[in-house]
């Protein structure tokens, strides 16, 4: 008879011996590739949603510590009950043991510090040598209830203030914790990547204004990228809605048969394990199996947008209590139904929120301007003769980006001449984790 | 992919009882003494009862779910998130894939009794196989040695069998600490625990390693095994969503074929 301490010993033997041959050899023909741009897919669609397969990822060393922290932005005023769980802003830091340049990285639509682009991001800037603070997008909720002075996600010179706003707190802890700044650089995806465009000139505005004490003149961010931005968000919203009607002719009615054509077809096949859409590898799999239509990749594109944007709009008018889809009477808590509420924001696009809620909370401060002005506003182009002269701003895209309506990339190109990185295809951020798209953007921040 | 634990755990008998008692008291929530919104049902679609059913799954029980929700949310985010944390943190990540097919190894059990209760031996065979083959060769279940050599792991819970005899899902219900279920599952899910803390052979669980299975390893294990955080979705509408997503999840594991073996060409 076997003693316990003898199994014991017998299996940690086996645990240890197999635990040394788990290290994967080291690849070394990846960091040759590196330049070498050869993204799979050119149907922009099929790129947007399976992302990046890993035989093309950048290898980031998996190591980084993320450390997720969260700020009291403003003093007092509480937020309703259902709330509850978003009382703090969240933002997540990457750190450097020395002195270092300091990268704040901004989130596109919906998307919070800890979304898939954003960690990808986070490891790539911080394996560069980079001090990196992830934050939340202005529309995010975590964001409009915590950080936002108007919590109107979505007016650019606003957002910019709030973004820029936390951003200071954020700096003043670092240093207060004595962490070692060098200069400042900035970045950001999506509608990440246009929001940077006005934080680095509301920087530049308010560094030298006597309001600011001596030791805060401004960041002078060194470096911006844009990456894949919108030119106006009023087009790309146009274009993200026409996705959802090209999918789903009959709206949102159709929804729940939509879904379950796709879930039944994913069904058909055997599997033990639970679906995991975080995989790209299961998510190409997946693909292969179901082989999706262009138009039912729209519609999931434009799904993914919708429910982004219904979350923006039901914090929005909770926060503010406009009234507006939730009633400006009846308490937010964690046990009200809102099923109704999901099926009306399900069923209200950005431009309605544009329309409804933001133009009534601008246009009476604006005397004179309209509507279309403030559609029109949500373009870099009218801070295009700015940005033209700005050398510190590039920006990196898609040839075939799918949120750019005709005649935008156009547009871009002539705002930043040279300092443009395009490259053939890869959609709407598909190629972010692409090894050479990964590179390009560490060697920007590093060069 | 959703908050779902498996394994003994006597709170949960008890806590369905209160759910049933606290659940007739639920739908109070009368809409009329609220201002109507300027965009409503009404407002935005011809039909407003169709235009309701987006996403929608019937819950008789929501405002007793809605509170157990916020619970499972707390219990998550002061309890069971910062253990696993602690988990991740000291334990190194080999060790913890040891400990996941440990744990998932006994499950086996559970699966082999309801593929048979199901009549299916083309689940039967190979989750014996299996249990036979992890519990030697694999150290008692620290490596799923089956697997490698083609053996998929099956699905089947008391649950699933209720279903293949028939048994409609019941009332969505959200359980404390376990998540979002159904009538049957819950059902299913107290059965499947009856089943492995009294029906396995004690010719099995004589074994010396079998006698750490019920400590905190397991619930922790558990919660590990699931990637879902509350509130990381950041939409207001979470509870929907998960609700929809957990059923619709659910059924699809019910239905799909069982994975068949490979054989190595």
């Not at chain 1, 909770?318 to 009477?329: E, S």
């Not at chain 2, 609220?34 to 996403?55: H, K, N």
């Not at chain 2, 040891?98 to 006994?106: A, C, K, P, Q």
């Not at chain 2, 509350?230 to 997503?245: I, K």
Request: glycine share 8%.
């Amino acid at each position: 008879m076997i003693s316990r301490a003898g199994i014991l010993s017998v299996a940690l033997c086996l645990l240890l011996a197999a635990g040394c041959a788990q290290h994967p050899p080291a690849d070394q023909a990846a960091s040759d590739a590196a330049s070498h741009y050869d993204y799979p897919f050119d149907n922009p669609w099929t790129a947007t949603v399976l992302g990046t397969p890993s035989q093309f990822q950048a290898q980031l060393p998996a190591d980084a510590r993320i450390d997720r922290r969260t700020l009291r932005v403003f003093e007092g005023g509480e937020a309703p009950e259902g709330f509850w769980h978003n009382d703090r802003l969240q933002y997540s830091t990457l750190l450097q043991d020395g002195e270092a340049p300091l990268v704040f990285v901004i989130a596109g639509t919906g998307a919070d510090d800890q979304s898939r682009h954003m960690l990808m991001l986070g490891q790539a800037l911080h394996a560069a040598g980079l001090h990196v603070v992830l934050l939340p997008s202005p529309t995010h909720a975590n964001f409009i209830v915590n950080a936002s002075a108007t919590h109107l996600p979505g007016y650019p010179e606003s957002d910019a203030a709030d973004l820029l706003n936390v951003m200071r707190l954020v700096d003043n802890r670092l240093r207060e914790s004595s962490v070692g700044i060098s200069r400042y650089y900035l970045t950001g995806y999506s509608l990440g990547g246009w929001n940077a465009a006005y934080v680095a000139k509301l920087d530049e505005e308010q560094a030298g204004h006597p309001r600011q004490s001596v030791e805060r003149s401004g960041f002078g961010f060194e470096r911006v990228l844009l990456i894949n931005p919108p030119l106006s968000v009023y087009h790309s919203v146009k274009e993200i809605d026409a996705m959802l009607e090209r999918g789903l002719p009959d709206g949102i009615y159709g929804l729940d048969a939509f879904l379950n054509r796709a879930l039944a077809r994913l069904a058909a096949y055997p599997s033990a394990d639970a679906l995991n859409f975080q995989d790209p590898d299961f998510m190409v799999a997946a693909y292969q199996r179901m082989r999706p239509t262009e138009d039912q990749l729209a519609a999931v594109i434009g799904l993914a947008f919708r429910l982004a944007a219904a979350n923006l709009v039901l914090t929005s008018d909770v926060m503010t209590q406009a009234g507006y889809i939730f009633p400006r009477n009846r308490p937010f808590l964690s046990k009200t139904p809102m099923s109704d509420y999901l099926a009306v924001a399900l069923r209200t696009s950005l431009l309605d929120y544009f329309d409804d809620m933001l133009a009534e909370n601008y246009l009476p401060r604006k005397p004179g301007r309209s509507r279309r002005d403030l559609l029109d506003g949500t373009s870099l182009a009218t801070i295009g003769e700015w940005l033209s002269h700005q050398d510190r701003i590039w920006l990196i895209t898609n040839q075939d980006d799918i949120i750019l309506a005709p005649g935008d990339l156009d547009e871009l190109l002539r705002l930043f001449g040279p300092r443009t990185r395009i490259f053939p295809n890869g959609g709407h951020m598909g190629n972010l984790q692409h090894r050479a798209v990964t590179a390009f953007i560490t060697d920007y921040f590093t060069r | 992919m959703l908050p779902r634990f498996a394994g003994p755990n006597p709170l949960v008998p008890i806590s369905l009882v209160l759910l049933l008692a606290t659940g007739g008291c639920s739908g109070s929530s009368g809409t009329g003494q609220y201002e109507p919104p300027r965009r409503s049902l009404d407002t935005v679609s011809t039909d407003p009862a169709q235009a309701r059913d987006v996403l929608l799954v019937s819950d008789p029980l929501e405002g007793a779910n809605r509170r157990v929700y916020k619970f499972n949310a707390q219990l998550d985010q002061y309890v069971l998130v910062p253990v696993v944390d602690a988990y991740q943190f000291a334990v190194p990540s080999f060790l913890r894939r040891r400990v996941t097919s440990f744990f998932l190894n006994l499950g086996e059990i559970s699966i082999f009794t309801n593929s048979v209760l199901q009549a299916s031996p083309s689940k039967a065979t190979p989750t014996l196989g299996r249990f036979m083959i992890n519990s030697t060769f694999g150290l008692f279940g620290l490596f799923d040695v089956a697997t490698e050599l083609g053996i998929p792991r099956q699905i089947a819970d008391f649950g699933q069998t209720l279903a293949v005899w028939g048994a409609d899902t019941g009332p969505y219900l959200v359980l404390p600490a376990l998540g979002p279920s159904n009538m049957r599952d819950a059902v299913g899910t107290a059965v499947d625990w009856a089943t492995l803390s009294f029906a396995i052979p004690s010719s099995i669980l004589d074994k010396t390693v079998y006698d750490y299975a019920p400590t905190g390893l397991q619930p922790t294990d558990a919660r590990y095994r699931i990637p879902f955080r509350y509130h990381s979705t950041g939409s207001p509408f979470e509870y929907e969503l998960v609700r929809y997503a957990a059923t619709v999840a659910r059924k699809i594991e019910i239905n799909s074929p069982s994975p068949l073996p490979e054989f190595p060409e």
